[in-house]
């Protein structure tokens, strides 16, 4: 027996790490294009905003892979899957043979065809490589940049290039920022709080054209404006990194498609992570959830499952735990519901600073967006993922001193005791 | 299988006292037990903030009912698994434990933890968690509950 995991992030950690527990014997091998062992991607604005070192970039220890009796090709792309003989061939021609085989390739950068893409000093954000590349930039000497896309990653690439003392503006699309998981009041308080250090917001326009001779020099946006800049970074969203797979047997919708075992349609073949699209509890069809647990998770399903260990996952959903400066946030499930049967509950603290929205329909929360007041959100977060009836104690959902003590007896001491008696 | 500590609501006074063992144990003194001057030097040391305390004892006004909650070292660790820089860990002997170092406080932790059992840090830059006194041996909240509200045990 031989597994093999494409792709070398979380989600192949969470499949050996499950692996490992009911299998110490048979061999693992992970194949990534990127030469190093693995690291965060949601740390890659922290390295580049000077708060973490590479050392720190790495989310196992150096000895992960000895330990746990993983060979790691590294460096190398698949191009291909013979999924008839059982085979992954690589960009050097080698093949490797699977008798399981776990395809984790994630996400790559979406990039809407832009004259001027390929000018020098124009970045994506989503490899360890790409912030590499930006630090030299600014240690070249660049010193205004433009970031396209108001999202989690073009915020946090913003935030760690105004850290590294450039002039940053952000060009967004949308009329406000962090649009999936903000409405408009929230991402009213994160956009002040952005402002006051600095960056520059265009909303509602976007990039028409990056202009330059060899390297980018200004960025034209459709509502006419040009601004002078010395790096582009495009930060619009990730699609699932699968390009090599289409065209074969293997069914794809938007990302592969799994089942509540990170099954595929073909034998022994699974997915997990950013490149799949399984089970949204919250919003109760397949999707991709393009999140870092969600990935853990489906990896961790997809290992026991490919071991043997008959397990199931099917509570993922969209949740987020995000900073900007001193403002964070947490927000989870539908945050913006289009429906009329549900109840709405909201609490802005002006003098805090603070905001508590939480969705509930049929007695469950549906989705919750806090800022500030984050403390403890995740027995809220529990609360979607076990569906419990919160009828009785919602209106504490907004204060932020929720806790134990507003649950019933039974409920709180099954929660803490878990059965055992103290 | 993981040693858990377990509150008993029955007996629980409000007092604190496991707070105030609970940052002595994680100061820099590391012991279990704390005379008042002690204390004292401790907390002046704290210049901008105060030190966290890694348990949290829930009250509520209008209620007379209390318990001092950490975290449950769950077998399944959500904290864990949403940690974005594998600061948050499991140990081979079930606990789970934050390396701080490592930590940059984006507190997917609390997003993931069903129990709401991580708290921030001092200055709020890493997540502060119950490590069951990994370098005591014995939990400080444990040992000096001046009424035998907490309790450890083997589950
Ligand atoms: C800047 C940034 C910040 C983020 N912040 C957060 C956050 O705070 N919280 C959160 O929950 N999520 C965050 N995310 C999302 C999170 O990083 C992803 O959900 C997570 O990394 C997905 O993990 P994965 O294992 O599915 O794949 P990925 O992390 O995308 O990794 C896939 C790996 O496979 C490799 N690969 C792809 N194709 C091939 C091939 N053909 N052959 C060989 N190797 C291949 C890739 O190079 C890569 O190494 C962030 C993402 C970015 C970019
Ligand atoms: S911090 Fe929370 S999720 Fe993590 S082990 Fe403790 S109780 Fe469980
Ligand atoms: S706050 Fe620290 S321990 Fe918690 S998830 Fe983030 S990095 Fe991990």
New binding site residues.
């Given amino acids: 027996m031989r597994y093999v995991i494409i792709g070398n992030s979380v989600a192949a950690c969470g499949c050996i790490e499950a692996i490992r527990k009911v299998d110490l014997q048979n061999p693992i091998v992970v194949i990534s294009d990127e030469k190093y062992r693995v690291y965060s991607r949601p740390l890659i604005s922290y390295y580049l905003g000077g708060k973490v070192d590479e050392n720190k970039m790495y989310i196992r220890d150096e000895d992960y892979y000895e330990k746990n009796k993983v060979e790691a090709i590294l460096g190398k792309r698949a191009v291909s899957v013979d999924f008839k003989n059982k085979e992954v061939v690589l960009d050097d021609g080698s093949k490797v043979k699977y008798d399981k085989l776990l395809i984790a390739t994630g996400g790559k950068p979406f990039v809407p065809p832009t004259k001027g893409f390929e000018l020098k000093n124009v970045f994506t954000f989503i490899k360890f490589d790409d912030v590499k590349a930006i630090d030299v930039a600014i240690k070249n000497g660049a010193k205004k940049a433009t970031v396209i896309g108001a999202g989690l990653s073009g915020l946090k690439a913003a935030e760690a290039l105004i850290k590294r003392g450039l002039e940053v503006t952000v060009v967004e699309l949308a009329n406000r920022i962090l649009g999936s998981i903000l409405d408009l009041e929230a991402s009213k308080i994160v956009q002040d709080e952005l402002e006051k250090h600095g960056i520059v917001f265009k909303l509602e326009t976007s990039v028409d054209e990056i202009i330059g001779d060899g390297k980018v020099e200004k960025v034209k946006l459709k509502n006419g404006e040009v601004l002078d800049t010395d790096i582009v970074v495009f930060a619009i969203g990730v699609v699932p990194n699968i390009d090599f797979l289409k065209g074969t047997e293997l069914k794809i919708n938007r990302g592969i498609v799994v089942d509540d075992h990170m099954r595929t349609n073909i034998e022994d073949v699974y997915a997990a992570g950013d490149c799949a699209e399984g089970y949204d509890c919250v919003y109760q069809q397949q999707r991709v959830i393009p999140i870092w647990p969600n990935a853990y998770n489906q990896g961790e399903t997809a290992g026991y499952n490919m071991a043997g260990v008959e397990k199931t996952f099917d509570r993922g959903f969209p949740m987020n735990s995000i900073g900007f400066f001193d403002v964070h946030m947490i927000t989870a499930g539908i945050v913006m519901p289009n429906s009329d049967d549900i109840e709405v509950l909201v609490k802005h603290d002006k003098e805090k600073n603070s905001y508590r929205k939480i969705y509930i329909k049929n007695g469950s929360v549906l989705g919750f967006m806090f800022i500030n007041s984050i403390d403890r959100a995740g027995m809220i977060t529990n609360m979607i993922k076990e569906d419990l009836n919160v009828e009785s104690i919602k209106h504490r959902l907004l204060d932020d001193d929720f806790g134990y003590l507003d649950l019933p007896k039974e409920l709180r001491q099954e929660k803490i005791l878990g059965g055992a008696k103290a | 299988m993981a040693k858990k500590i377990f509150p008993k609501e029955e007996v629980c006074v409000g007092c604190h006292l496991c707070e105030v063992y609970c940052v002595y144990a994680h100061s820099k003194y590391k012991k279990p037990t704390v005379k008042a001057h002690e204390l004292v030097k401790l907390y002046n040391k704290y210049k901008d903030s105060k030190p966290t305390p890694r348990i949290l004892v829930e009250e509520k006004s209008g209620e007379w009912t209390t318990f001092a909650l950490q975290c449950r070292h769950c077998d399944d660790a959500p ?1 864990t698994k ?4 594998g ?2 860990k499991k140990l081979e002997d079930g606990r789970v434990i ?1 390396d701080e170092e ?9 997003m993931a933890c069903p129990h709401g059992a ?1 708290r921030r840090g001092e200055n709020k830059k ?2 502060s968690k119950c490590d069951l006194c990994l370098e005591l041996g014995e939990p400080a909240c444990v040992k000096n509950c001046p009424n035998e509200a907490l309790v450890i045990k083997e589950v």
């Fill in positions: 904290c949403a940690c974005i820089t600061a948050m934050c490592k930590c940059v406080g984006c507190w997917s932790c609390i991580v890493a997540a």
